[in-house]
């Protein structure tokens, strides 16, 4: 009895021909069928495959026979319409059904050699401890506290401000042990600590550039230039950190570039969803001579006492 492999996306599973191996295997929506294709555009009985025989004329390298049994929908072999009711397939041939795509492999197809991940690695050997990770919320915390601090006009308040601040390493343990989660189902090593060290890392940057746009209209008064250093900033934080996440919770390659471009797509969707909003046909042209500092400093008058002390001076001028 032979064996071959059936792949369907990240999934193989081994297939051994029975005894009668004239019947070959049955491939379909149906639960008779030896191997079941949960597609709605595949019939109950799709397509079967035939181990090769002696008597018939088999081409040199045929792992099977495929045999088409329904026609509502085209067979595709390799990404091209099967012109025809059957075909031979060799180790490594792709066929689809409906919308489903599977991959016929002999036993001894060669497989590429593994991949190396130094990173992945060093964490798998000797992870991140809970002091690391605690340490890097602390520090978020701080930089947040701190941004709070520096921009608010009123009186600053220790109990106020720190609840504020609190916000944001709380959302970002929610972040992690979401990532966490996916890592726990995808690959089964949750990595919580990675994570959180990670996007505590990401989370501190966006805070740090996060008035870049200000700084570069305050030293420059070039808005283009300040929108695209903002952007490149924001693509390069957002996806690097949606990088690290995806190369912890799963398997695929290229993890930076795909959150490189994870990333650039949402800056764009912002960007196109901000061009669309009133207010920017409603802007009105001002003179930007005069400029504001470009950190603004706590005042130690608050806002109630300012405007109480303004409507006193009002009502101390006199009638015309």
């Known amino acids: 009895m032979g ?27 149906g639960f008779h069928c030896d191997y079941i ?6 019939d109950a009985e799709q397509v079967r495959l035939c181990p090769p025989t002696v008597e018939a004329s088999v081409p040199e ?25 059957s075909c031979w397939l060799r180790s490594g041939d792709r066929f689809t059904v409906g919308r489903t795509t599977l991959t016929v492999y002999s036993p001894m197809h060669p497989v590429r050699e593994a991949d190396s991940f ?8 000797h992870g991140i401890r809970t002091w690391a990770a605690l340490c890097a919320i602390l520090v978020l915390f701080a930089v947040a506290l701190m941004d709070q601090s520096l921009t608010t006009y009123e009186t ?31 690959r089964g090593q949750p990595l919580f600590m990675a994570h959180v060290v990670f996007a505590c890392v990401g989370a501190t940057a966006s805070l740090l550039f996060w008035g ?18 903002d952007f490149v900033l924001f693509v390069l934080i957002f996806g690097l950190t949606l990088g690290f996440h995806l190369s912890f919770a799963s398997s695929l390659r290229h993890t930076f570039v795909i959150g490189v471009m994870l990333a650039f797509g949402l800056a764009g969707t912002i960007g196109l969803m901000s061009l669309t909003d009133d207010k920017w046909a409603q802007a009105v042209d001002h003179n930007k001579s005069l400029k504001a500092p470009p950190i603004p400093h706590p005042s130690p008058v608050s806002v109630d006492a300012y405007i109480s002390a303004y409507d006193a001076l009002l009502q101390s001028l006199p009638e015309e």
Not at 37 to 42: L, M, T, Y
Not at 61 to 85: E, K, M, R, Y
Not at 212 to 229: H, Q, S, W
Request: with cysteine.
């Open 118 to 125: 130094v990173l992945n690695h060093w964490f798998m050997r």
């Open 156 to 186: 600053f308040t220790w109990h106020d401000d720190a609840l504020q601040s609190i916000f944001i390493p709380g959302m970002v343990v929610v972040w992690a042990a979401v990532w966490a989660f996916i890592g726990r189902l995808l």
């Open 212 to 229: 870049v746009y200000d700084y570069v209209m305050f030293m420059t008064n070039l808005e283009g230039l300040a929108v695209v250093i």
């Open 37 to 42: 294709i949960p597609d709605r555009f595949v």
């Open 3 to 29: 064996k071959i492999i059936v792949q369907r996306g990240r999934f193989s599973y081994p297939i051994i021909w029975g005894e009668d191996a004239n019947r070959g295997m049955l491939l379909g929506r």
């Open 61 to 85: 390298g045929a792992l099977c026979h495929l045999q088409v049994l329904d026609q509502t929908n085209p067979v595709l072999i390799n990404g091209s319409v099967l012109d025809g009711f």
